[in-house]
């Protein structure tokens, strides 16, 4: 399936909600923290003329109010704005009437707000931890001690250490109730190490195909109708951030490549150092 009808991208799933009773002034934090850092410069700054031009309008709407500036200039009043509130004060120009002086006090309370609202956001968004791993493109299907075996890999990016990791597979599977219902429903998937006290390096997840799995005697041939989609997650505490961290990734049936396996992408240096290749970390060869 190609990226674009792939409703699993950016590390979410694309859902669309319609008839919910949403609150987005309630929410607008959340909403915030949610969109990328392009889309919140660019509503900052959006925000900060519309309201720096709002603002100039009513102070023209007094006269000549503004010691300094020409009266019915829009630029001035706008640029005297912005020094109003941003708190900048250059001198050049200042309130000359009380309604000047009710709009600054005005202005400058809301510019002091907004100033600390914005830090607490950037803050929060800036500081948020989030895992640096990266999950194979694709699963691979192989023997391992006689069970075919379905394996995935994950990778760190990073030089620090996950501590008291888990990782969790689970599938999308399409029952039929006896009343004749299709449902989907997800089925855990048993991984042979579902924890690591230190995951620093590599992990390579695997699920036996065996009898207690609801995915056994899975073949090349029945994939499709059998697997929608396989849903691997990790998570455990950053030993940077000291915090909890979590990340996760969707295999659909045409991801998963039966009989191959990873290729290696550890190897130990001369000096004792370990190498992780990241290049290597979706490549596979026919076992």
């Given at each position: 399936m190609s990226d674009r009808n792939n409703p699993f991208r950016n590390g979410r799933f694309q859902v669309q909600v319609v008839g919910a009773n949403r609150r987005p002034i309630n929410d607008l934090y959340y909403s915030m923290l949610r969109t990328s850092w392009a889309r919140l410069f660019g509503l900052a700054a959006a925000g900060y003329l519309v309201s720096n031009a709002l603002f100039a309008a009513l102070y023209l709407l007094g006269g000549d109010c503004i010691t300094g500036a020409r009266v019915g200039h829009f630029g001035d009043a706008f640029y005297f704005s912005v020094q109003t509130m941003s708190t900048i004060g250059y001198g050049a120009m200042s309130p000359a009437t009380p309604f000047a002086h009710v709009l600054v006090t005005i202005e400058s309370f809301l510019g002091l707000i907004a100033v600390a609202v914005g830090t607490g956001l950037v803050f929060s968004k800036f500081?948020?931890?989030?895992?640096?791993v990266a999950f194979s493109k694709v699963a691979v299907v192989r023997p391992r001690n006689g069970v075919p075996c379905l394996l995935f890999r994950v990778a760190n990016e990073r030089d620090g250490q996950i501590v008291a990791a888990r990782m969790k597979a689970a599938v999308l599977v399409e029952e039929r109730t006896a009343e004749g219902q299709s449902m989907g429903r997800m089925v855990p998937l048993r991984l042979e190490r579902e924890r690591l006290p230190l995951f620093t390096v590599s992990w390579t997840a695997i699920h036996p195909l065996d009898e207690d799995s609801p995915l056994f005697g899975l073949s090349e041939d029945?994939?499709?109708?059998?697997?929608?989609?396989?849903?691997?997650?990790?998570?455990?505490?950053?030993?940077?951030?000291?915090?909890q961290v979590h990340a996760?990734?969707?295999?659909?049936?045409?991801?998963?490549?039966?009989?191959?396996?990873?290729?290696?992408?550890?190897?130990?240096?001369?000096?004792?150092?370990i190498l992780l290749d990241h290049s290597k970390l979706h490549d596979t060869s026919p076992t």
């Open positions: 500081s948020r931890p989030q895992a640096r029945d994939v499709e109708e059998r697997v929608n989609f396989i849903l691997l997650t990790l998570s455990g505490t950053d030993d940077t951030f000291l915090d996760l990734a969707m295999y659909e049936a045409d991801s998963i490549r039966f009989g191959h396996g990873f290729s290696d992408i550890i190897a130990r240096q001369d000096d004792g150092t």
